[in-house]
């Protein structure tokens, strides 16, 4: 009776656990605001470990084969050179954010490989149902009310107009629901199954509600891509007609904008108003201030040709060298933005990571669910050159489970069961970054709990939780500035001064320490504090 009972437990869980994995991995965190915030990465680094650690305890791991392990060896890599690039780095609380995030899709990557072949149809229907989730939950806003964006609301008069969420950000719900439009066909497709192809109708109206061309240009290569890799070998006249076709309307739409100079004009200027003219805004070349991200970015690159300026480094270089007083975060390119942070090596470790999945798409091509994971991954490393996918989890590990489909595809041969010492040491390393991940979650929410303290208008409270967060994040300088600000609304301008001072000494490029320390000075110091201020970011003006 209880062997019996156990294998059927086993038997459900393995039935349910992909579809769960993805779904609570990938929903949970769009739902939770695309896990942008730091206070997210705790659970959506502890729930893989869970998984993971218990598949190894249970003896129910089993080693991935080539190129499947090789792309977790290059997550890995890629996480130790961004830790390892704090050592350097112009700011060391974003780096360390950064290096954190990287513990999330380290943990969904290995939590991802543990499946079989068997397993990937429910995974990727687990993907899919978590982008139809998330497109109910936005249509829903829009239908009944509701707070409906994050979205750069204070530079873009019609970003209310948008859907942004839950996830918190249009183009990163566009791609979501492109991703989702991906799947839904892919299955339908090629598994014969015409009822996975119902989530398009709550996928497409999310998308175009978004008025986001990125997800749309992402939805037409990553549509081209599967087809490319689902049909049978293309004939040579096809190939000419389509290059041919291909040719003249790129022509044809270089003629419309002006020729090359006009594009490069039309991408540097703003685009249309949602309000003024939808359909105009959707075929619009504006790169919507992007041009001049990418030129910080470039710049910020040849400053550090070597090592990169570190980790999350791109705010402080853009808040110096900036040509508009625009409020950005990041350089809006994975890749150009990983250069200019991490250097070559880094930018190499990623390439490499990416190009992983893609081989392993050559090699699985045959395969029915081959072509929808490859069109969804495609549409990621797409979206993700010219925007901020990388930090929002909910999209990345959306794309790079596409990827870890794709590479349990590509298998060949069955996996092998890991020996004693390797199910130790496996043990060993989820328990290391599961303390890592808790340690990283008090401080969050600490600091978290500070700020919003503080905002909230109850100083005594905001003071005692950055006390605490003093003792876990004692490398920032964000804590003794939140405890200076909360002494400095209780009156207490000599404290506040000291906590300034030592949010400096910790981190002398902070401009928000310039500006809190300028409040509480006077004569030369203020003068001083102010000038430092305006050298790191010249277009912010300062009321003192």
């Given at each position: 009776m ?11 869980a ?74 350097w ?94 799947l ?14 119902v ?7 999310t998308?175009?509600?978004?008025y ?59 685009p ?11 075929f ?57 942070e ?199 003006p300062?009321?003192?």
């Amino acid at each position: 009776m209880s062997s019996k009972s156990t294998r059927q437990v086993y038997g459900r869980a393995r039935a349910l656990g992909p579809v769960v994995l993805s779904l609570a991995l990938v929903g949970g965190l769009a739902l939770d605001n695309g896990g942008f915030d730091p206070t997210s990465w705790g659970w959506s680094t502890l729930f893989p470990l869970v998984v993971l650690g218990t598949a190894l305890v249970l003896g129910r791991a089993r080693s991935p084969n080539g190129l499947a392990l090789t792309f977790l060896g290059l997550v890995v890599a890629l996480a130790a050179w961004t830790w390892f690039s704090v050592a350097w780095s112009n700011d060391v609380a974003s780096s360390v954010l950064d290096a954190e995030r990287l513990l999330v899709y380290l943990a969904g990557v290995a939590a991802f490989l543990l499946l079989d072949r068997s397993q990937v149809a429910r995974f990727l229907v687990g993907l899919l149902a978590a982008a139809s989730l998330v497109g109910v939950w936005a249509l829903s806003l829009r239908a009944f009310g509701g707070s409906g964006s994050y979205d750069v609301a204070a530079v873009s008069a019609d970003a209310t107009r948008r859907l942004a969420a839950p996830v918190g950000y249009s183009n990163a719900l566009g791609l979501l629901a492109a991703i989702g439009i991906l799947l839904a066909l892919g299955l339908a497709v090629r598994l014969r199954q015409p009822v996975a192809a119902v989530p398009v109708l709550v996928l497409a109206p999310t998308l175009y509600f978004t008025y986001s061309r990125g997800a749309w240009l992402a939805l037409a290569v990553g549509g081209i891509a599967a087809a490319a890799l689902a049909l049978p070998r293309i004939s040579r006249r096809v190939m000419v007609a389509v290059a041919i076709v291909a040719v003249c309307a790129s022509a044809v739409a270089l003629v419309r904008v002006g020729g090359p100079g006009g594009s490069v004009r039309e991408f540097s200027h703003a685009p249309p108003s949602v309000k003024a003219d939808r359909s105009r805004r959707v075929f619009s070349l504006s790169g919507s201030s992007r041009a001049q991200y990418w030129h910080v970015a470039w710049r910020d690159f040849q400053d550090h040709p070597w090592l990169g300026s570190g980790p999350g480094s791109f705010q402080r270089q853009w808040l110096r060298l900036r040509p508009a007083n625009l409020p950005v975060l990041d350089a809006h390119s994975l890749y150009l933005e990983t250069l200019a942070e991490l250097g070559p090596l880094g930018l190499g470790l990623l390439v490499a990571l990416l190009a992983l999945p893609a081989a392993a798409a050559a090699i699985a091509r045959k395969q029915p669910l081959a072509a929808p994971a490859f069109g969804g991954y495609v549409a990621y490393l797409l979206h993700a050159a010219q925007d901020w996918d990388w930090e929002l989890p909910a999209l990345t590990l959306a794309g790079l489970g596409c990827g870890a489909a794709l590479l349990i595809l590509a298998e060949r041969e069955p996996r092998l069961a890991l020996g004693r010492r390797a199910q130790m040491a496996g043990i060993g390393a989820v328990v290391a970054l599961a303390l890592v991940a808790l340690a990283a979650l008090a401080g969050n929410q600490t600091l978290a709990a500070a700020s919003v303290s503080l905002n909230a208008d109850k100083p005594a409270r905001a003071a005692r939780e950055a006390r605490w967060a003093k003792r876990l994040v004692p490398w920032s300088p964000e804590p003794w500035r939140l405890h200076g600000e909360a002494l400095l609304s209780q009156g207490n301008l000599d404290g506040a001064r000291r906590d300034f001072l030592s949010a400096l000494r910790k981190d002398a490029s902070d401009w928000d320490s310039w500006v809190d320390l300028a409040l509480v000075t006077r004569g030369k110091k203020q003068e001083r504090a102010v000038a430092r201020a305006r050298r790191l970011n010249p277009l912010e003006p300062i009321h003192r």
